[in-house]
């Protein structure tokens, strides 16, 4: 039985004219005065549902305005709301728009707290890989919800038979951004395939002058906006090897020497013979070599000759200790030390000059800071995901 293309009829409810955009193929067509959805294969057009809602509810796309998606200009032909009810939540509701071109058919636009989806009905049965992962064209998709979905509210035409009332088992799958959609009713199994957009890219694609509705939370096929991070991961650590490796060689350069002896440290201080510090601004390292058993304390003042001003510190030295001064301007200077417990003997060299790790692994830490917030910034965003 074919079907009457029809391009417009009256309400046999309240008498309002009727117009259809897609004449024949309509099936269901709803009364934009009265709201009652009626059979539009019916001659008679008989009613199927008189409206039963009191609130009428505005579609963000005016029905009839035309969009451009994927280079094919489509037309918004119906609206629906279809809701699911959480046990701890409540209603919870997004927004389905039919779509129409005369050659490409039908597509969807879905709606959910400002995140928006261009789909289709999916060509193939995807495989099943477990519980809560199915396989489509090479794409894997993880399960996110499944649910019992009501239809609560339509307005324009459809080319199948729709009420308010209708139920349909809903199970969605994402893998960014992609969304595959698993629609059951007693009658068939439908799965369709979806891809996000932007509220502001829809609005563009239908030329609204107004503005997109901002998104609430994170969707669960929503594109991270933040990289995974791996490359910033892989310059870094390039970049903490090569230092590392300048950082050993100049270790190993060691500096230049200023000054050189043995010491003994009895009860009392000892103060070096006065060595000069030439050049630039630089570290002094000071390393102690133990001459005996026992480790010991030190406890350092470098003393500038000029100034009086000294910098002091202990160090433990064990078999040996290297000990970095930073910033040391030249001049001309001393040591004076004391040792925890007396007694303690072992060789001194002083080195300018000399490189300290203490930079190396500041600027490791500096160097891993980028990737790690990355990191974290995704992690947060993956976390949220579903929760809009």
Known sequence: MTVPKVAGLNCPNCGAAVAMRTFGQTVSVVCPNCNSILDAKDPNVAILQKAQWAQRIQPLIPLGSRGLFEGVKFEAIGFQVRTVNDPDDGPDSWSEYLLYNPIRGYRYLTEYHGHWNFVRVAQAVPEVESDTRVRLAGTSYRLDSA???QTTYIIGEFPWIVQVGDTADVADYSA?????????????TVWSVGGYLEGSAVWQAFGLATTAPAAQGVATNQPSPFAPGTSLWGAAWKLIIAAFVLAM???AAGGHQVFRDSVVLASSPTVTPTFDVQGHESNLQIEARNQGSESFYVHYSLVDQASGQARSFARSVGKEDKAVVPFVKPGRYALRMEADPPGAQFDLTVRRGATS????WIAAVLLVLPPLAQSFKRSSFERSRGQS
């Open 176 to 188: 960014p951004p992609q969304i595959l959609s698993r629609e059951t009713t007693p009658e068939e």
């Open 249 to 251: 060689l100049f270790s």
């Open 147 to 149: 649910e019992t979905a």
């Open 357 to 360: 790790l203490t930079f190396f």
